[in-house]
């Protein structure tokens, strides 16, 4: 390599800059095309991560020596600007191991030099102090400011390392003399843009992934009331509406099996829904089970000829291990698909198929709550029926009216409780069995029992499940009102608000301690006989059916009577 007697500064000054623009450019494409921002600042990043950043910004670091200038057989180099974006960037790990292969580098290269020794050990030091900073630093390591500034005072203990021990130090002196200047002004510049360009890829796949979540969630909670009813062609239809509309695609379609349930878009005319999977893609997908990015039509192999559709996204449903169909999300010349669409098919997917697994445990909760039903019926109390038919029958000599009005009280209870193995059932149903019950109670004990019902216009008209609202009742009345002499009040009241009924049911009874409470509100084994069927049941039933959130409140005390109210969905 020829060797520059005395250069002019600012010749230097030029040469510099066209090997700065080169290393800026060729570091700017690797942050383009790589997902290099994931990679860093990251305190928990895996052994083979940072081995990575090493090597890539190792590499750079060598480059960085070359840039096609010997000054008295030394260098005039761009290693700083790679190193010192390298410790903030990758923390003291990366920075040291950057540091180390540059500074080796320059040690070893077949120039060597009387500076070799310095440069080398200066690259090493401005490294390893980078990410040191960076590893004290608690918020943005990534600041242009603090890279200049690391750099302009790494490569002045640079100069000053080159002149305390390169000998003879007259050349030390004249190579510092032409050298410094350019290297500082370009290191220090170089530094700060390279760690700005990184700052704003990860600002920009940040902001991304922020806009790719949104959409999803956005998506997601459009189709979720749809998707819980199962995997069908009108669900499909819906769903793939909500997606063509929010994604803007060229199409949308989902299948089931070898089935087309829905297609929306381009292509309706002969990806026609109820019909049989048309592209060769969508069969490879629902064989391997792995998602696939189509970018071409011969990719597609759609069978028909003149199709518009140029590429697609193919990602599979899955119902626990099972591959129930796709999601298809297709682009044409006009509306071409990208990398992004693929992340948001591939989320929507998982969220669809966590989405089916959960339809699974709501049929489940639906087939537990009616099992439940049946075991209430089964519980209904043999001493309420035995103690209703000996009341009646004391009517029937001395007020046959009052007994033939107390059968028909009876035969509604029981037809009732029947009945109730259907799913949901009015609330005025519910309400005519509460009032047969307490009809037969007051004819047994009187003015010891009395009872307020209020229900608000527009309540009536309420689903709510079977046998929730009468055993609250029988609870206050049993529990409550009767243990005192003097009986009391059993209240029900009802009334529409935010989408919800509310019910309370409330009594100036007995009340109840905080251990009974707890006893209703904790799932347990059930009551016995001697019990009833008591709100306990209720709760389970309000749990599995809608959730925690819409367990039974209730307040008591004992001697200040009981409330207990719930919420049921509309």
């Not at 019909?275 to 998602?291: F, H, L």
Request: proline residues 4%.
């Amino acid at each position: 390599m020829n060797t520059l007697i005395n250069p002019e500064v600012p010749e230097l000054f030029l040469n510099l800059s066209q090997r700065f623009g080169l290393l800026l450019a060729g570091g700017f494409a690797i942050m383009t095309v790589t997902s290099i921002d994931k990679l860093g600042p990251r305190r928990d990043r895996p052994l083979w991560a940072t081995l990575l950043l090493v090597a890539m910004f190792g590499v750079f670091g060598v480059l960085g020596t070359y840039t096609g200038n010997a000054v008295f057989k030394s260098f005039a180099n761009l290693r700083a600007m790679v190193v010192v974006t390298a410790g903030l960037f990758g923390g003291p790990g990366v920075g040291f191991g950057v540091g180390f292969i540059a500074g080796a580098h320059r040690y070893l290269i077949d120039i060597g030099g009387f500076s070799a020794l310095p440069c080398g050990l200066a690259t090493l030091i401005e490294g390893t102090a980078a990410g040191l900073v960076a590893a004290r630093l608690t918020g943005n390591r990534l600041d242009w400011r603090l890279a200049m500034g690391l750099c302009l005072a790494g490569e002045t203990l640079h100069m000053g390392l080159v002149l305390a021990f390169s000998q003879p130090l007259s050349e030390a002196v004249a190579l510092v003399r032409v050298i410094a200047l350019p290297m500082i002004v370009f290191n220090s510049l170089g530094a700060a843009l390279f760690v700005k360009a990184l700052d704003l890829q990860m600002r920009f796949r940040q902001a991304q992934n922020r806009d790719l979540a949104r959409q999803i969630l956005s998506i997601a909670n459009q189709t979720v009331a749809h998707l819980r009813a199962g995997l069908t062609a009108g669900t499909a239809r819906a769903t793939a509406d909500i997606i063509l509309r929010e994604a803007q695609v060229a199409a949308v379609a989902v299948t089931s099996g070898q089935t087309i349930l829905a297609h929306v878009g381009e292509g309706q005319d002969h990806h026609l829904s109820g019909g049989m999977v048309r592209t060769a893609a969508t069969r490879r997908v629902i064989e391997s089970g792995e998602p696939l990015f189509v970018r071409d039509r011969q990719g597609i192999d759609c069978s028909q000829r003149g199709c518009p559709l140029s590429e697609a996204i193919i990602v599979p449903l899955r119902k626990g291990s099972a591959i129930l169909g796709c999601l298809k999300i297709y682009g044409t010349g006009r509306r071409p698909l990208d990398e992004t669409l693929f992340g948001l098919a591939k989320g929507l997917a998982d969220l669809f198929s966590t989405q089916l697994e959960l339809e699974d445990i709501g049929i489940k909760n639906q087939l537990l709550a009616q099992a439940e039903i049946g075991r209430l019926q089964a519980q209904i109390n043999p001493h309420f029926l035995f103690n209703s038919l000996n009341t009646i029958a004391s009517f029937c000599r001395t007020a046959p009216a009052q007994a033939r009005e107390l059968l028909l009280d009876l035969s509604r209870y029981m037809r009732r409780n029947l009945d109730s193995s259907r799913g949901l059932i009015r609330l005025c149903d519910e309400v005519d069995q509460t009032r047969a019950y307490l009809a037969i109670e007051q004819a047994r004990f009187g003015e010891r029992i009395r009872a307020e019902i209020d229900l608000a216009p527009g309540a009536q008209d309420c689903l709510v499940p079977p046998l929730i609202i009468q055993p609250l009742v029988e609870n206050a009345v049993r529990h409550g009102i009767l243990c005192k002499e003097e009986g009391g009040v059993v209240r029900l009241r009802a009334r529409r608000e935010n989408g919800e009924l509310l019910v309370e049911v409330a009594d100036d009874g007995a009340g109840m301690d905080a251990a009974q409470v707890f006893a209703i509100q904790t799932r347990g084994g059930a009551e016995s006989l001697s019990e009833g069927v008591g709100a306990r049941n209720s709760n389970q039933r309000l749990v599995q059916l809608y959730g925690p959130a819409h367990a039974l409140r209730v307040e008591s005390a004992p001697g200040a009577g009981t409330s207990i109210s719930l919420r049921i969905p509309q």
